[in-house]
């Protein structure tokens, strides 16, 4: 039997659906897209959504077959991280 979605354009979440999809809180990953250590997403006016294709990825990007499993990549926290400390809107942080 052929795929009922054979042809369709790529299906987007929006921040609350995503969210439900990864099982994390809206906020989270608001904070993800804030400090860039989430999922790509793009914009769409005003509108944040991400595709499903990106978010299987980034959540297949911590996966792991045990606890001493190195893995394939890492799916960082929702935290400021050394690397990615930029000044908030060009000013510089006191």
């Known amino acids: 039997m052929s795929d009922p979605n054979a042809g369709?354009?790529?299906?987007?979440?929006?921040?609350?659906?995503?969210a439900r999809f990864l099982s994390l809180s809206g906020r989270t990953?608001?904070?993800h897209r804030t400090y860039g250590t989430g999922p790509a997403y793009r914009k769409l006016g005003g509108r944040v959504v991400y595709a499903l294709e990106d978010l299987k990825a980034w959540a297949d990007r911590g996966a792991k077959t045990s606890t001493s499993d190195p893995g394939a990549g890492t799916v960082l926290p929702a935290?400021?991280?050394a690397a990615g400390l930029r000044p908030y809107a060009g000013q510089q942080r006191r």
């Open 79 to 81: 935290k400021r991280h």
């Open 29 to 31: 990953l608001e904070k």
């Open 8 to 18: 369709l354009p790529p299906r987007y979440l929006r921040t609350p659906e995503a």
